[in-house]
């Protein structure tokens, strides 16, 4: 007792389970506060741009995955810690940055079109944006990224 004074116990009146959920929330909140105000993970915040949002996204993250992170086998990449001298695309239209091959890339250019037809009959829009990837069509969105020779690039 402090101060001497009896006083009721009012945590035992709150549900363990409401304690931990407005936890959970208070975290996710500092955690989007943080993100928001963030200058790094460009790339990933243009897919995953609410934090609440992430979990439920099961994109497996191998090696073509990273390319949601922007670290994967792609010249820009390679070309901003000065491995190779030019990141220009293979297709010769562009800087091979992700924006790039998901967006402009001849060599892409029917695997994105059957990414595109999957998402209209899924009733989406076309075009749409990054985040519309990583969180409306993430299995679409995966299959269209597996479907992608990095090598050849």
């Known amino acids: ?34 993100w928001d105000a963030s200058t790094k993970g460009t790339i990933t915040k243009s897919f995953v741009s609410i934090i609440r949002d992430r979990p439920s996204k099961r994109l497996q993250m191998g090696i073509k995955q990273s390319i949601v992170t922007g670290h994967c086998t792609l010249r820009s990449y390679y070309y901003r810690f000065k ?26 250019r029917k695997q994105r079109e059957v990414l595109k037809n999957r998402i209209k009959k899924a009733g989406g829009n076309w075009p749409l944006m990054n985040s519309d990837l990583g969180n409306k069509h993430t299995k679409l969105f995966q299959r269209f990224v597996n479907s992608i020779n990095f090598e050849t690039l």
């Open 83 to 108: 491995i190779i001298d030019d990141l220009k695309c293979i297709c010769n239209m562009g800087p091979q940055t992700l924006d790039h091959l998901l967006w402009e890339c001849e060599l892409l």
């Open 1 to 34: 007792m402090a101060s001497g004074i009896e006083a009721d116990i009012s945590y035992n009146k709150i549900l363990k389970s409401t304690v931990i959920r407005e936890l959970k929330e208070d975290g996710e909140q500092e955690w989007q506060s943080e």
